[in-house]
T-cell receptor
């Protein structure tokens, strides 16, 4: 069962920030929020993950609400190469656990 | 992060033949690897968990005798699709946990069964 809800698709203008929302209202206290993306015909690529604090790395920022029931992935300056399906996943950060992929959000960056 | 390779990247085979797909963790010793399958325009579905030195754990509905998994070393897991049929045509992807709560995926293998 997917524990997350994401919009099916979104468009973003090249150079603008892409804000991808995710609802995870049933998240448990020990579950992290992970984001991956999959460019067409490639394996998924890890983007970022967090527990309750906002996180930032060279790819993106992750904003998690205080109640942890939702989060937003922010790509600060979207490029055409960011066009992909973005998956928001919640899971316990244990090496033995696999990831459950829902349907994700198909982000299209428009020139 | 961990670097994961798969070979071959694409394979076309005749119905009834067997196909072996290799997944290598190039810079990390992985006791556990995962195998996923993805049909066109669908999401990834976990097929099995590959455990080094022991039997793989298969998800419900995945035939263990058809999808043979061998995890003989800490850097190599293989998936063999036996007696392949056109309905087995799919994108097969493996993954490895880095040991630091991040899972890294291979580039995938596209199997087409004629």
């Amino acid at each position: 069962d997917a524990k997350t809800t994401q919009p099916t698709s979104m468009d973003c203008a090249e150079g603008r920030a892409a804000n991808l929302p995710c609802n995870h209202s049933t998240i448990s206290g020990n579950e992290y929020v992970y984001w991956y993306r999959q460019i067409h015909s490639q394996g998924p690529q890890y983007i970022i993950h967090g527990l309750k604090n906002n996180e930032t790395n060279e790819m993106a920022s992750l904003i998690i609400t205080e109640d942890r029931k939702s989060s937003t992935l922010i790509l600060p300056h979207a490029t055409l190469r960011d066009t992909a399906v973005y998956y928001c996943i919640v899971r316990v950060a244990s090496w033995a656990n696999n990831l459950f992929f829902g349907t994700g959000t198909r982000l299209t960056v428009i020139p | 992060g961990a670097v994961v390779s798969q070979h071959p990247s694409r394979v076309i085979c005749k119905s009834g033949t067997s196909v072996k797909i290799e997944c290598r963790s190039l810079d990390f010793q992985a006791t556990t690897m995962f195998w996923y399958r993805q049909f066109p325009k669908k999401s990834l579905m976990l097929m099995a968990t590959s455990n080094e030195g022991s039997k793989a754990t298969y998800e419900q509905g995945v035939e263990k005798d058809k999808f043979l998994i061998n995890h003989a070393s800490l850097t190599l897991s293989t998936l063999t699709v036996t007696s392949a049929h056109p309905e087995d045509s799919s994108f097969y992807i493996c993954s490895v946990w880095s040991g630091e709560s991040e899972q890294f995926f291979g580039p995938g293998t596209r199997l087409t069964v004629l």
